[in-house]
């Protein structure tokens, strides 16, 4: 398993460009289940969860090529095709859905398209529960029929799935986003209620209607979905990955440096820049992203609490934790999203952070400087917040467990390397 070695304390100055959103990227890809026609997306992420889902569509029948990596060795060519002509096998096994919960989405697309789905439950993860009854009631509100047998939801709509009125108890990304592309092929109207509107919706949104889909409210908590015979291909650009922007804009605020973030867009994460901004971080937009720094004087203590968007994004939380621990003051960090998602607080503590966790709330003290060790983490964005700690910790910095990170970043070794980082991935066989 490899891990990542850091020797912090260095500014980091240059230029990063974002890759695509890894978590636009995966529903997109499994919209490619709604049509019998080749669906090309481009400006895709290299990432582990990418690969996986490809593997996934390909064992219910799909076909996929791989193309277009552009000269710099960087994302903005990379593109992938999907067809999905004919679906052979309408099972998600347990050993795909368990290590991407992103894998679930295939529910909703082969219901309407093929009348059954028999879907591994993708289990807890590190940072909660993560149960799937918002999608599952849907789907029963149009008109399948699903059991729960074996670990497995087994799912039916022999007679097709229909419109309805569906009003979610809580905000959920993945559930708008299965129930969305069912609709999308279901016969008649279906409302979503309270529905997410997160930037990765919208992108789901706006593809579905270039595949020839009539959905209305993009961008809102109710979206109205008209159903229609047929999907057909198209080809669309993946959204820049607005986590991966505010990951490297709190690099170079953590280590009192500058970094100028290119293929991306300030709006996707206006409430990070806003709460960096108030720690005493400068911003400075340019047309296709914008310069992040904090050259002189100390980060300020400011409170956050994850929250849907607009609010501030839960897969930002550890990262700004990270930055707290080194703040002039307290920060309180109130997680409303997941209920356990503080796992990197021992491993910042290794480091010699100064946090208190009561209940939801963490309580930061900011210490003068942080020190390096070995630390790893459970999960995606902890292990990035490590990371961070890591580049201005004293002394070296090892994280294990580098797969987690390999999941949702692409060549983040290499991009933060470029600025003036010294970090280095060291493989173990
Ligand atoms: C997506 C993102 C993830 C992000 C999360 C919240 C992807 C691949 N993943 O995950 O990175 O952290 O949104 O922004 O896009 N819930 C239920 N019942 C359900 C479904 C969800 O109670 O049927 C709860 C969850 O346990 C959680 C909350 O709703 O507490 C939000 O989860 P949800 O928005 O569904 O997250 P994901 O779509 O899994």
């Known amino acids: 398993m490899d891990s990542i070695r850091i020797r912090g304390g260095k500014p980091l100055q240059g230029k990063i460009e974002i890759s695509g959103a890894k978590n636009a990227a995966l529903p997109l890809m499994v919209a490619s289940l709604l049509t019998e026609e080749t669906l090309t997306l481009s400006n895709l992420p290299h990432v582990a969860d990418i690969s996986t889902l490809i593997t996934l569509l390909c064992q ?26 004919s679906i052979t096998n309408t099972e998600a096994p347990y050993d795909i859905v368990r290590k991407m919960r992103a894998g679930a989405l295939v529910m909703g697309p082969l219901l309407a398209r093929i009348g059954k789905a028999r879907v591994s439950l993708p289990g807890g993860c590190a940072i909660g529960t993560r149960p799937m009854n918002l999608h ?10 699903i059991a729960i047998t074996g670990g497995y939801m087994e799912a039916e709509a022999p007679e097709g799935l229909k419109g309805a009125e569906i009003r979610f108890e809580t905000v959920s990304v993945g559930a708008t986003e299965n129930l969305l592309m069912a609709a999308s092929l279901a016969k008649g109207t279906t409302t979503l209620e309270i529905a997410a509107k997160e930037p990765e919706i919208t992108d789901l949104v706006r593809l579905l209607c270039q595949m020839g889909a009539k959905i209305e409210g993009e961008g809102t908590d109710r979206l109205v979905i008209q159903g229609v015979d047929n999907l ?24 009192g440096g500058k970094i100028e973030l290119t293929n991306t867009e300030a709006e996707l994460i206006r409430a990070v820049l806003d709460a960096l901004i108030e720690t005493g971080a400068e911003i400075e937009e340019t047309e296709n992203g914008f310069i992040i720094s904090r050259e002189n004087g100390t980060i300020r203590g400011v409170d956050i609490m994850t929250l849907p968007y607009p609010g501030y994004p ?59 060790a070995p630390v790893m983490a459970t999960d995606l964005r902890a292990s990035v917040s490590l990371v961070l700690a890591g580049l201005a910790a004293e002394g070296e910095t090892v994280i294990n467990r580098v797969y987690h990170l390999d999941r949702g970043y692409e060549r983040l070794e290499e991009k933060l390397a470029a600025c003036g980082a010294d970090i280095e991935r060291i493989h173990v066989s």
């Open 60 to 85: 219910h029948g799909a076909t996929a090529a791989m193309n277009g990596q552009s000269a710099n060795g960087g994302s903005d060519g990379r593109s992938l095709s999907i067809n999905a002509k």
């Open 136 to 145: 599952i009631s849907g789907l029963e509100q149009m008109g399948a029929k």
């Open 232 to 255: 057909h291909g198209t080809h669309y650009r993946v959204m820049p990955d607005r986590i991966e922007t505010g990951t490297y804009a709190i690099a170079a605020v953590i280590t």
């Open 314 to 372: 839960t897969d930002m939380q550890a990262q700004f934790m990270a930055l707290m621990t080194v703040a002039d003051g307290a920060a309180m960090i109130t997680e409303t999203i997941f209920e356990n998602r503080f796992m990197h607080v021992p491993e910042l503590a290794r480091l010699g952070a100064n946090i208190t966790v009561h209940g939801h709330s963490a309580l930061v003290r900011g210490v003068d400087h942080l020190v390096g």
